[in-house]
């Protein structure tokens, strides 16, 4: 038929090429040369062909690198349109911000709470830090447990208005100074590539860190006062929130050195600090009697101080009973409201809370007073940590940039 002619013409025009295909790559794998009569020659006098197989090597190299320069030309980086020199990387800031990323900034927060949620939410009820804060708790419930009103139990009571908040001004400022270090080499490569804002960043993570604390807090100041018999519950209220008010701001002091000192230089720094918060306060030494007593004003464990004595002693207008017996053995330290001299006192046997911040100096600080320094401590060392932070990262963009 027809059909099978055509495909039997087909398979060998087929042959043919595949043939003269074999015949020129044989021809450019060999080179033949005629040679004049040699010595060798056979004696009827016809010439020998002397078949060379030359060494071919340069000419395939030669082809292959002409072969590598035209794929190069039609496809390598010639290929592409030239770069300005003046176009910067992508991460940097562009003429409207928004442009710089692909979401806006509420979605970048939302999806950077859920990832930092994710990692800090299995430490919000752990089982050691559980048991350590109720630890701490009952230790200091059982020192100071069943507190009365009698004369005697102010100096007490005064004690722990310094013990309770001081659990939340080591362990804010201790956790928040790896913040940085942790995070810094994720941070420039999310950065880097325009994942994200600092600001986005800054503002989860330092927010998201807190609720661990705030619940171990209320764990803690919970347990105190059932023990210990504080105060209600207003005092309560006013105590706690002391409490959130100063681990809000160490934490914000822990982040400000956290940016600021590098890695190696923390703890020194950090313990140093603590350890001045600690003792300026003037519970253990009068302010007065130290040589340089305005070394006290910015220490902010000053002001948590007189906040958390002002919730214990004024709050609830609790009046404290003298000692019985004030002229003959114990004495007091409240004559104008113990003795009954009109001379001397002419108190009537009851000691109000005026006259107890007055005796330990701490009436010279009204609450709003250490409010506002508290919240300004907070903010000006929150907004420092961010100011270093940012400079640290713009740093490190423009290192990266120099290898454009």
């Known amino acids: 038929s027809s059909s099978a002619a055509t495909q039997q013409r087909s398979r060998d025009d087929d042959d043919d090429d595949d043939d003269d295909l074999e015949a020129a790559g044989a021809a450019d794998d060999t080179t033949t040369t005629t040679k004049g009569p040699s010595p060798n020659s056979s004696s009827d006098g016809k ?10 090597s340069d000419v395939d190299d030669e082809k292959r690198v002409q072969r590598r320069a035209e794929v190069d030309r039609l496809y390598g980086a010639s290929s592409l349109e ?26 970048q927060v939302r999806v950077l709470f859920m990832r930092t949620w994710k990692e800090v939410w299995p430490s919000v009820f752990d089982k050691n830090a559980m048991i350590l804060h109720s630890g701490n ?3 200091a419930g059982l020192l100071w447990f069943q507190l009365g009103y009698n004369e005697r139990d102010i100096w007490p ?4 208005a310094f013990a309770v908040p001081i659990a939340w001004v080591f362990f804010p400022l201790l956790s928040s100074l790896s913040v940085v270090p942790s995070n810094e080499v994720m941070l420039k490569k999310e950065l880097s590539s325009n994942s994200y804002m600092l600001g986005a960043w800054y503002l989860v993570v330092t ?16 347990l105190v006062f059932a023990l210990s018999n504080l105060g209600n519950l207003l005092v309560w209220l006013a105590v706690y929130g002391t409490v ?8 914000s002091i822990g982040l400000m050195f956290s940016a600021a000192i590098p890695a190696g230089n923390l703890m020194t720094c950090a313990m140093l600090y603590v350890t001045y918060c600690f003792l300026f306060i003037g519970l253990f030494v009068d302010l007065d009697d130290i040589p340089v007593p305005e070394i006290a004003l910015p220490n902010p464990m000053l002001y948590i101080m007189s906040l958390t004595a002002h919730s214990v002693f004024s709050i609830s207008d609790r009046r404290f009973d003298c000692n019985s017996n004030n002229l ?9 409201s113990c003795l009954q001299d009109d001379d001397v006192g002419g108190g009537d046997g009851k000691i109000a809370a005026p006259e107890i911040l007055r005796e330990y100096r701490l009436k010279f600080i009204p609450p709003y007073v250490a409010f506002v320094v508290l919240v300004a401590f907070m903010a000006v060392s929150r907004f420092l940590a961010y100011v270093i932070l940012r400079r640290r990262m713009d740093a490190h963009l423009r290192a990266m940039r120099s290898y454009q």
């Open 47 to 56: 010439e020998e062909v002397d078949v060379d197989v030359g060494d071919t």
């Open 82 to 107: 030239p770069t300005p020199l003046q176009k910067e990387m992508h991460s940097v800031r562009s003429a409207r911000r928004s442009e710089n990323y692909v979401v806006p900034f509420s979605e």
């Open 137 to 139: 708790a009952t230790i």
């Open 157 to 160: 009571k005064l004690t722990l």
């Open 207 to 222: 927010t998201v860190l807190l609720a661990p604390m705030l619940v171990h807090s209320i764990i803690h100041v919970s």
């Open 244 to 251: 959130v008010l100063s681990l809000i701001t160490f934490q």
């Open 328 to 336: 003959d053995d114990e004495g007091t330290a409240f004559p104008r």
